[in-house]
Structures are given as structure tokens and as C-alpha cells.
């Protein structure tokens, strides 16, 4: 397995905002994997820092297993249309979706619990995410920022009905119904994607902490201001969004791109006999 940390720069925090006395957000990000993890948990006194604890161990656990057997991410299976990338994301979804949805069956303080998530693979100069509820990835690419996922929340079924629109939605009073959570019902329907990534790429992976409190023009902004420094960049998101208010726990990792990071061709000829 190629170690990513020549070609990737990783830096991210998670604050408990101004109103909030703990904090339920968890993130882990790890550039020599490529890997990056991010949950904001809900639920009753304390349970939603646990769903959001337990769903980034379980991801961490499986992508940690997937390598440690040299899973070939970069590998396409034969019956399949996506790299083997896209399995172990899947794969760590549905382990973290069982692990919370048996505690909070098992111990009633936790019942109820879910959470958010948001998490991506870097390989082969491509990026994997998966993503349930309404914590974002974003890119800056040149000076074009998109968000690359899309929320499964109450608000953007009413813009994708047409009865709000996104300026509505951001003085909505029902910003944090989510319609799909990690760990609520027995199963869960990650949203998957693929996107290419290029040297001098910038992506952001918040909870709507940040997403929240301040539009994405000033989040914008803000990271091409620190573009050089993204530890600095990811402290200043932070502040962003305290700044705005800090009305809820605040996560941000940013990763900045250095260099393409293509698979290795010696690893591919020698691992292609997996599938057969």
C-alpha cells in the first residue's frame, strides 16, 4: 500500500462552539491512508458523542483491516462498475450502522442515538466518499468551491421540490432534521461517489457546525486565504463559525492536495489475480 503522506496534507479540528457543554463531533483523518473520517452525533444526555465515537472507530476498522490484507483499492472487481475502494466505504458504513444500532438497543441510555457521516478514501488520484445525514465535503479547485455531497435533510427536499430556496433554507428553524442518520434503524443507505482529484486541490469535510453558521462564500474565503497553511486554515474555520454565532459543535478537516498520487503499476499486475 502506497504511503499517501508525500502527496496529501491533512489538518482538521473539532470544537464545542459557544452554546454546547460537550462536544458529539468526531474526526480522524490519517494522510498516509487516505483516509479521512467525520461524524456529529444526536441523541439523548451524552449518547450522541457516543454514535459519532463509535462510527469513526468502526470505519477506522475496517479501512484498517481492508489495507493491513492488502485490499487493492484501485482494483476493479469484475461484477462491479466501482473500485474496490467503494466496497470497504461501504462495508464501514453498514459495520458502524450495526455497531450503534446494538448498543442503543442493548443500553437504554442510549437509545435513540445516531449520527451523521462523512468519509472518504484518496487513491490512484481519485477520491471515494460516503456520506449519510447532513455533514458536507467540499472542494476548492482554482477559485471554483462546490460542495460535493448533498444533504439528506428535511430542507434540501424542500429545495429539491421547489417549495424553498437555498437562501430560505438558511434561515430555516428546521436546519438539523436529517432523513437519513448512522445507527437509527437497522440499516442505512450511504450516498456514494467518485471524483477525480488534481494537484492544488483543496477539500473541506465539515458538520453543519460550520456549514450552519457561515455561507460558503466567507468559507471560501477563509481557505484560500490559509491555502499555504491549512492547519492555520482549519483553526480560522473554526473561528468562522464561533464568530457567527457558534451555535453548535464545529468540526473541519481540510486536505490540500501536493501531488498526483496514481496507483502503482507494479501493485496492480501483482494484486490483479485477487479478483480471479
Known sequence: MLNLSQALEMAGLTDSGLHRDHNEDTIHFNAEKGLVVLADGMGGY????????????????????????????????????????????????????????????????????????????????????????????????????????????????????????????????????????????????????????LPGDIYLFCSDGLSDMADDCDIADTITAFSSNIELGSRQLIQLANDMGGKDNISAILVRVKEAFPANTGLWSKMSAWFT
Open 46 to 197: 451524552n449518547a450522541g458523542e457516543v454514535a459519532s465515537g463509535i462510527a469513526v472507530e468502526m470505519v477506522c476498522h475496517v479501512v484498517h483491516d481492508a489495507m493491513q490484507s492488502n485490499f487493492p483499492l484501485h482494483l476493479q472487481r469484475p461484477d462491479s462498475l466501482w473500485p474496490a475502494a467503494h466496497d470497504v466505504l461501504m462495508a464501514a458504513v453498514h459495520y458502524a450502522n450495526q455497531s450503534i444500532y446494538g448498543t442503543a438497543q442493548s443500553q437504554p441510555q442510549c437509545a435513540g442515538m445516531g449520527t451523521t457521516l462523512v468519509c472518504a478514501l484518496f487513491y490512484d488520484s481519485r477520491l471515494a466518499v460516503a456520506h449519510v445525514g447532513d455533514s458536507r465535503l467540499y472542494r476548492l479547485r482554482g477559485e471554483e468551491f462546490i460542495q460535493l455531497t448533498r444533504d439528506h435533510s428535511f430542507l434540501q427536499e424542500q429545495i429539491d421540490s421547489g417549495i424553498i430556496t437555498a437562501e430560505d433554507a438558511r434561515h430555516s428553524t428546521y436546519k438539523n432534521l436529517v432523513t437519513r442518520a448512522v445507527g437509527i434503524e437497522s440499516g442505512v443507505q450511504a450516498e456514494l461517489h467518485e471524483h477525480a482529484v
